[in-house]
């Protein structure tokens, strides 16, 4: 992790907890498929899931920028 010197680690620690949950349907076998990807990967499914949601809302922000 990047921390300005000014910033209070604890209060990054603390902004950034996970509090809220998303809920999502998909079909079983691709739930299956991607758990093991993830395993096989060594990491998780909900890592590589909050991982997807930065890049894409990074994405998204840039994209607005730019037009």
Known sequence: MNHD??????SIKKAKK??????VRINDQERAEFVNLC?????SAARE??????????EQN???IDT
């Open 39 to 43: 395993e096989e990967l060594d990491t």
């Open 62 to 64: 840039r994209t607005s």
């Open 5 to 10: 010197s000014d910033d209070n680690p604890l």
């Open 18 to 23: 996970k509090n809220s949950q998303l809920i």
């Open 49 to 58: 899931v909050r991982r997807f949601i930065r890049q894409f809302i990074n």
